[in-house]
């Protein structure tokens, strides 16, 4: 088979030719059989397998799938083969080398030329935007440490509290000393409950 351009008709290029070029798994697989029947030489590059490795393993290679997404991963090429028309899911693949990268498997499900199901998918390599998002959320975290040490060191009473029920949210320490209420009392507080009751209709207004 070859593919032909839309100007002219003219044969253009053949479809492993164009595949090849491209940084990501192209693969097809027998639903019923619950195998692959193709996959593109792009594995070799991302997974460091070649496609007799992939094509050989058994319930669509899912054993190339790291342990600890195996069971996941699984669970949805079921669903694929029971019924499910799309399925996108992100995931450890173990490479031959034995590291890991993340990977997305766009799937889709549809009825082959004999009558069968089969699912196509492609399979792109996301392990630097996984990174990021795990840079991210640590300095997030560090942040949001650094924040409630602030926050709970802060010589100055301080809190946080609900504009609706007024009631409080979060305390630190200097606002324990200066009421002499714990942050669990304080808890089940509002703010109005720490002002002189002269204090309160002008605090409310």
């Known amino acids: 088979m070859r593919w032909r351009t839309v100007r002219?008709?003219?044969p253009d290029s053949h479809p492993a030719d164009l595949l090849a070029g491209l940084?990501?798994?192209?693969?097809?697989?027998?639903?019923?059989?619950?195998?692959?029947?193709?996959?593109?030489?792009?594995?070799?590059?991302?997974?460091?397998?070649?496609?007799e490795v992939w094509l050989s393993a058994p319930r669509y290679a899912v054993g190339l799938?790291?342990?600890?997404?195996?069971?996941?991963?699984?669970?949805?090429?079921?669903?694929?083969a029971d019924g499910h028309d799309r399925e996108e899911l992100e995931y450890r693949?173990?490479?031959?080398?034995?590291g890991l990268v993340w990977v997305a498997n766009t799937v889709h499900a549809l009825t082959g030329p004999d009558g069968r199901r089969e699912l196509h998918g492609v399979i792109v390599d996301i392990t630097r935007r996984k990174e990021a998002e795990g840079a991210l959320l640590e300095q997030l975290s560090r942040s949001e440490?650094?924040?409630?040490?602030?926050?709970?060191l802060h010589p100055n009473p301080?809190?946080?509290y609900d504009l609706e029920s007024l009631r409080f949210l979060a305390a630190n320490a200097a606002t324990e000393r200066q009421y002499g209420y714990s942050r669990q009392e304080?808890?089940?507080?509002?703010?109005?409950?720490?002002?002189p009751a002269e204090d309160v209709p002008g605090m409310l207004a």
């Open 8 to 10: 002219t008709g003219e």
């Open 23 to 51: 940084e990501a798994i192209v693969w097809v697989a027998d639903a019923e059989a619950g195998r692959l029947a193709y996959v593109s030489d792009g594995c070799r590059a991302l997974s460091g397998h070649g496609p």
């Open 65 to 80: 799938v790291d342990l600890a997404d195996r069971d996941r991963v699984a669970a949805v090429f079921d669903r694929l």
């Open 93 to 98: 693949l173990e490479t031959a080398d034995g």
């Open 145 to 152: 440490e650094d924040y409630r040490t602030l926050f709970d």
């Open 158 to 160: 301080i809190w946080v």
């Open 186 to 195: 304080l808890a089940s507080m509002t703010i109005a409950d720490i002002r």
